[in-house]
């Protein structure tokens, strides 16, 4: 059981706007900064987006974050079939002074 | 460009201690407001994040971890290491380290991982 929630799977077809969807509470999203990860088919998670809503040099402006509350949330416009990957949302959780991970969203662009 | 890479044994038997290594080029272990971290990945499961330690020691600790986990660095060989103890066939996963920005909590850039199998 993962401290931030994520919905197991999303699909969308290709050129469609998907979000995903990452819950926490007070002790991690509420109070600190989310981080958004792409984890192509047998490869090592990416940076996506940091800080909520910033994006590292060479991500192409169709992914977005954003943050309210204690939640966050992932978008990402006119998919491409090379969008099919495993994303991750990631926080601070100062009640476990420690990093937490979502369980993960498979988006399928069909 | 930062660069991060895992060695160590991809096989250790149960009981025993999974020890890895993290070599970091392109940078500084020692810049400031970076910590250098661990992530594993059980075989078709999520990510689960391990700890994170500085070039002056402080370390951080998934509690789930954290009685069996030692994370360490090297500022001369600008590197840093993992040691988990008493290993399981549950600790069998994918093991990335990476650069973490302190504060702001992310990792950048990634291992390309290193699948560490226990079994005897």
């Known amino acids: 059981q993962s401290v931030l929630t994520q919905p197991p799977s999303v699909s969308a077809a290709p050129g469609q706007k998907v979000t995903i969807s990452c819950s926490g509470s007070?002790?991690?999203?509420?109070?600190?900064?989310v981080s958004w990860y792409q984890q192509l088919p047998g490869t090592a998670p990416k940076l996506l987006i940091y800080e909520n809503s910033k994006r590292p040099s060479g991500i192409p402006d169709r992914f977005s974050g954003s943050k309210s509350g204690t939640s966050a949330t992932l978008g990402i416009t006119g998919l491409q079939t090379g969008d099919e990957a495993d994303y991750y949302c990631g926080a601070w959780d100062h009640s476990l002074s420690a990093g937490v991970f979502g369980g993960g969203t498979k988006l399928s662009v069909l | 460009q930062v660069h991060v890479q895992e060695s160590g044994p991809r096989l250790v038997k149960p009981s025993e201690t999974l020890s890895l290594t993290c070599a970091v080029s392109g940078a500084s272990i020692s810049s400031v407001g970076y910590f250098w971290g661990w992530i594993r990945q059980p075989p078709g499961r999520g990510l689960e994040w391990i700890g994170i330690i500085n070039h002056g020691r402080a370390t951080y600790y998934s509690p789930s971890l954290r009685s069996r986990a030692t994370i360490s660095v090297d500022t001369s060989k600008n590197q840093f290491s993992l040691d988990l103890r008493s290993v399981i066939a549950e600790d069998t996963a994918i093991y990335y380290c990476?650069?973490?920005?302190?504060?702001?909590?992310?990792?950048?850039?990634w291992g390309q991982g290193i699948l560490v199998t226990v079994s005897s």
């Open positions: 990476g650069r973490h920005k302190s504060g702001v909590d992310w990792f950048d850039p």
């Open positions: 007070n002790s991690n999203i509420g109070n600190s900064y």
